[in-house]
Every structure is written in C-alpha cells, then in structure tokens.
C-alpha cells in the first residue's frame, strides 16, 4: 500500500509544480484528509463498496466545491481506481516530498518543564547549521520523561531524558 501512496503522492506533487501550485494543492490536500480522517460518514461513504463510483464522484465534487481542478481531478482519479481509503498514506508522503523540496526539517522539543523561547529557538538553531536545512520547530512538555531532553529531528530520535538514563541503567543491572 505504501508503494501505491508513493506513485500517486509523487504523481500529484509533480503536476503541481509544473504548474506552480504547491502550496496550495498541499493545503487542500491537508484539508481534505484531515476532514476524511475526523468524519467517520466520509470514511464510510467513500471506503464502502455499497456506493457506486458516480455516487461517490457526486459527493466528492459536493464536498470538495470551490477546490483547485487539478486536487478534483486528482480525487476523482482515486475513487475510479478505488484508491480513497490510501489518500492518508499519499497526504503523509506528499508532504514529505513538500518538505524536501522546501528544505524543511521537522523538529520537535519535548522537555519535562517549559523551557524559554530563546533555548528552543538555540536549540532550533544549532541543528539549522548542521544540517543546512530550515527547521519547522515545535516544543512540548512531557512530565513523564522526569528530566532533559527529547529531540526528534526529521525521523531520527536523541533521548536524552532522566527516564530514558534510568530505563538504561535498570537494564544493565538486570543483566549483571
């Protein structure tokens, strides 16, 4: 299934930068996805083998009015080859392809108290230079983690927390 999320997902994100909407057919697709993700009637109206693709292409064009013709197109291409229920997985890689044309790296914070602004902006910064990339920073605050940090840079996890320490060190003593 991943497969057929990459061939659709690349598919789209090329028509849109030839035609110079990436931004914009990417916020639509966000849309789009977040409403099929929240509204179990979508699911089940465009997931269910009970509607025939006219009916499905009728409420797809209802919901998606006002939209860019190249995102109906797009749509209206999955529900032909009964490919809705993949359009998360393509939304997930679309925005991955999004994020490496924009040089874009996902960074998220998570301490167990608030840290000031300008450490989290340090922090953001200092992995902006290594990588050479713009960072899309987060924070967050998780008590459980007791102390220090978590970074989640891109798909790559430094665990550097009290809780991760204390897990490691329960561990080495079991097996001594």
């Given at each position: 299934?991943?497969?057929?999320?990459?061939?659709?997902?690349?598919?789209?994100?090329?028509?849109?930068?030839?035609?110079?909407?990436?931004?914009?057919?990417?916020?639509?697709?966000?849309?789009?996805?977040?409403?099929?993700?929240?509204?179990?009637?979508?699911?089940?109206?465009?997931?269910?083998?009970?509607?025939?693709?006219?009916?499905?292409?009728?409420?797809?064009?209802?919901?998606?009015?006002?939209?860019?013709?190249?995102?109906?197109?797009?749509?209206?291409?999955?529900?032909?080859?009964?490919?809705?229920?993949?359009?998360?997985?393509?939304?997930?890689?679309?925005?991955?392809?999004?994020?490496?044309?924009?040089?874009?790296?996902?960074?998220?914070?998570?301490?167990?108290?608030?840290?000031?602004d300008e450490t989290v902006r340090q922090i953001g910064d200092a992995i902006g230079q290594q990588t050479g990339r713009r960072i899309e920073l987060?924070?967050?605050?998780?008590?459980?983690?007791?102390?220090?940090?978590?970074?989640?840079?891109?798909?790559?996890?430094?665990?550097?927390?009290?809780?991760?320490?204390?897990?490691?060190?329960?561990?080495?003593?079991?097996?001594?």
């Open positions: 299934m991943e497969e057929i999320a990459q061939v659709y997902s690349r598919s789209l994100f090329e028509v849109a930068q030839e035609q110079d909407k990436l931004d914009a057919l990417r916020e639509e697709l966000g849309q789009f996805a977040d409403a099929l993700a929240s509204e179990r009637n979508l699911q089940v109206f465009f997931f269910s083998p009970y509607f025939s693709t006219e009916e499905k292409k009728d409420g797809l064009r209802k919901t998606v009015e006002g939209a860019d013709e190249t995102l109906v197109n797009f749509l209206e291409l999955l529900v032909e080859k009964h490919r809705m229920p993949a359009l998360l997985r393509i939304r997930r890689q679309f925005d991955e392809l999004w994020e490496d044309e924009n040089r874009l790296l996902p960074v998220q914070v998570t301490s167990a108290i608030e840290l000031e987060k924070s967050e605050v998780d008590p459980d983690i007791l102390g220090g940090i978590v970074l989640r840079v891109g798909n790559s996890i430094l665990d550097a927390s009290i809780r991760n320490r204390l897990e490691q060190l329960r561990k080495q003593v079991a097996r001594a």
